[in-house]
C-alpha cells in the first residue's frame, strides 16, 4: 500500500542555521508515528513543511499520490491535513459543540465564520448528526453545551483534536497535545487519540516531549537531532540505541 506521506530529502535553512539537513521519512495509512528528539531538533519546522505553513529550501513532499509542493495550507488541509498545535488556540466564548461546527462548516466551505461566532446560523440535522460523532469520539459529549473558557486545559485540548477531527483528516499531526498537562490527562490523551486513530483508520505523526505518552500512542518513532534523521524502527529499540540515548538524554545517559 503506498505510503500516505512521504517526506523526500527535506531541508529548510534560517540565515546560516540548517534547521532540516536532507531530511526523509514515510507515513502509512493509519499508521501512528512520533517524531522525537531534542530541543532545537527541527520537529515543529518539519510539520510546518508538511502543513504548508513554510516552504523548504530544498526536497519534497507528497501525500496520498501527490506532490503537494506549493500547494497553500488551506489547501492541504482540504487533501485530508489536519493539524493541532503546541499553543492551544480556541474561542473562549464558544461552547464545545460549536466550536466542532464552525472547523466542520470551514472544511465544507458552507456558511461564514462571523455568522457563526455570533450564533446567527441554524445547525442541520446533518451538520449535528456529524458533530454528535464527534463529540462521542473524544469524549466531550457530556460537555457539548459548555463555552470553553470554564474548561481545563486538558478537556481543551480534547475540543482542539475534535475540531482536527472535523476536518475529516486522512492524516492528523499532533504537535506536543501533552504541553502544559498532568500526568493523568496526559494519561487520558493519549488513551483517546489511539482509539480516534485506530477507529477511523487516521494516520497521526505525533511530536511529542513526553516520552510514555509516544509510547503508548505510536506504532514506531524516527528520532531527529540538529536537523537530521538519526534513528527509526520500533520505540524500545529505537531509545536503547546509544547514539539516541545520547542525543536526547545528554552525553553518558
Known amino acids: 500500500m503506498a505510503d500516505i506521506l512521504r517526506i523526500s530529502e527535506v531541508s529548510v535553512r534560517f540565515g546560516g542555521i540548517q534547521a532540516l539537513d536532507h531530511v526523509s521519512l514515510s507515513v502509512a495509512p493509519g499508521e501512528a508515528v512520533g517524531l522525537v528528539g531534542p530541543n532545537g531538533a527541527g520537529k515543529t519546522t518539519l510539520f510546518d513543511c508538511i502543513s504548508g505553513r513554510r516552504r523548504p529550501s530544498g526536497g519534497s513532499v507528497t501525500f496520498d499520490g501527490r506532490s503537494i509542493d506549493g500547494v497553500p495550507g488551506y489547501k492541504r488541509a482540504r487533501l485530508g491535513i489536519g493539524r493541532t498545535f503546541q499553543r492551544l488556540e480556541v474561542f473562549p466564548?464558544?461552547?464545545?459543540?460549536?466550536?466542532?461546527?464552525?472547523?466542520?462548516?470551514?472544511?465544507r466551505g458552507v456558511g461564514a465564520l462571523w455568522r457563526d461566532l455570533l450564533n446567527l446560523s441554524r445547525v442541520?440535522?446533518?451538520?449535528?448528526?456529524?458533530?454528535?460523532?464527534i463529540l462521542d469520539l473524544v469524549g466531550l459529549d457530556h460537555l457539548a453545551d459548555v463555552p470553553v473558557a470554564a474548561l481545563g486545559l486538558g478537556t481543551c485540548r480534547l475540543v482542539e483534536l475534535g475540531r482536527a477531527l472535523a476536518c475529516e483528516p486522512k492524516l492528523l499531526l499532533a504537535d506536543e497535545p501533552s504541553s502544559g498537562l498532568d500526568h493523568n490527562e496526559t494519561d487520558s490523551l493519549a488513551m483517546v487519540l489511539r482509539v480516534v486513530q485506530r477507529e477511523r483508520a487516521m494516520a497521526v505523526l505525533l511530536v511529542e516531549h513526553d516520552l510514555q505518552m509516544v509510547a503508548k500512542s505510536v506504532d514506531r518513532i524516527v528520532v531527529l537531532d540538529i536537523g537530521k534523521v538519526i534513528a527509526e524502527g520500533r520505540f524500545d529499540e529505537v531509545l536503547a540505541q546509544p547514539g539516541v540515548r545520547e542525543a536526547y538524554l545528554g552525553a553518558g545517559a
Open 124 to 133: 442541520r440535522p446533518e451538520e449535528q448528526e456529524r458533530v454528535d460523532a
Open 93 to 107: 466564548e464558544l461552547t464545545v459543540r460549536e466550536h466542532i461546527i464552525v472547523a466542520e462548516r470551514a472544511h
